[in-house]
């Protein structure tokens, strides 16, 4: 990319993201020096409608190649992360692969939480069973069949992502023969992925039917294989307890609960749930506050409710992991924290989660001593 004065032209874009609970807006502009010698990269965030904090990327004036460099790849990881923009704004970066991150109108069913004391209650109850949770990314996949069969992975936050390739073929083989567009919901663990729950199939529109009846079409649709396995079931108040103790033994993530009579219903239930994870260690979506010099570990941070900042400790960076830039989004595994405004407790790193952003690392998300929950 070789600019030139006649190229060079100043760039603003407005993305929001009203996904789940979120309601903001992030605005980018690419401006010439106040001299006219460089250029700088001005944002700003916050509440849609609401007052706007400068988050300034570019305070001394660069060569506009850089510049815009930066502004393309600001605005890409926002829209990779759930935001959108107008069509004519985002089109006309030539830079950024547009379809690479295209929001699409597929949405997730979440989990939520329980703890010790709901355990038996789910165990007990026969309209429910329960299924080995993953500790992966959530996958949703869907194939389109045309004139050709295409296959591509959708992200919790709605947004396309590529699948791995031995997924992408395995997929494209169950759908030969398939007519329009198939959707089903699952698990990525690297080149393999576990799928529990089919959306659509051949352009019908499966959510409202009960969870054991597209489990049952699900099964008779999809051949696993060794990148494509659907994951197991456990019904009997006997079966879900070997499971869960098989999990537990394994020192694999948890189990969830799902009622067997549940629709599809995208988002989080906040009541009248039918779908509940279950973890042995606790997990927490955080973001890397500072790197500690010299030392392969980070600081880590979560927000509260009114969009302040608090540091939870530090997190050592395993050999086979890259150390994560400052304000990455990264998960946490940890045994509990002590108590309010304490640091995590055995904190062990899993991965950097570009799926998520700074939406997710709350303080209400962090599992006290002594309590299921934050207070």
């Not at 990148?227 to 537990?248: F, G, M």
Request: charged share 30%.
């Amino acid at each position: 990319m070789n600019a030139n004065p006649a190229t060079e032209e100043a760039k603003s874009i407005r993305l929001t993201c009203t996904e789940g609970t979120s309601f903001k807006e992030y605005r980018v502009q690419l401006v010439r020096a106040a001299d006219g010698r460089g250029w700088l990269l001005k944002a700003q965030s916050g509440a849609i409608g609401g007052a706007l904090k400068p988050q300034d990327k570019i305070t001394v004036a660069v060569p506009y190649e850089k510049a815009l460099k930066e502004y393309l790849r600001l605005v890409k990881a926002k829209l990779a992360k759930g935001y959108l923009g107008s069509d004519a704004a985002i089109g006309g970066m030539a830079d950024v692969p547009l379809r690479a991150f295209t929001s699409t109108d597929i949405r997730p069913m979440l989990l939520n939480p329980i703890g010790d004391h709901e355990l038996d209650r789910y165990l007990l109850d026969p309209q429910y069973s329960v299924e080995e949770k993953h500790d992966g990314e959530r996958r949703l996949v869907v194939v389109e069949c045309d004139d050709a069969i295409v296959a591509h992975g959708v992200n919790r936050k709605g947004n396309m992502t590529p699948l791995a390739d031995a997924v992408d073929a395995e997929m494209r083989t169950c759908a030969v023969g398939w007519r329009g567009r198939s959707v089903f919901d699952g698990e990525s663990m690297g080149d393999v992925v576990y799928l529990w729950d089919v959306l659509e199939h051949e352009g019908r529109n499966l959510r409202p039917l009960p969870l054991a009846e597209r489990r049952k079409i699900l099964r008779e649709v999809i051949k696993p294989g060794a990148s494509v396995r659907i994951s197991r079931v456990a019904r009997t108040t006997l079966d879900k307890r070997r499971l869960l103790e098989e999990v537990r033994a394994a020192r694999r993530e948890g189990v969830v609960f799902k009622r067997d009579g549940s629709a599809y219903v995208p988002g989080l239930q906040t009541t009248d749930a039918e779908w509940h994870k279950y973890k042995f260690l606790a997990s927490a979506t955080v973001r890397v506050m500072a790197l500690n010099t010299g030392r392969r570990s980070v600081q880590v941070e979560a927000r509260d409710s009114a969009g302040a900042w608090h540091r939870l400790g530090n997190v050592t960076i395993p050999p086979n992991q890259p150390i994560p830039a400052v304000h990455a989004i990264v998960e946490v595994q940890y045994l509990n924290v002590a108590r309010l405004g304490g640091s995590l407790y055995q904190p062990v790193y899993q991965r950097e989660r570009t799926d998520q952003d700074e939406s997710d690392c709350r303080m209400d998300q962090l599992k006290y001593k002594g309590f299921d929950e934050a207070a």
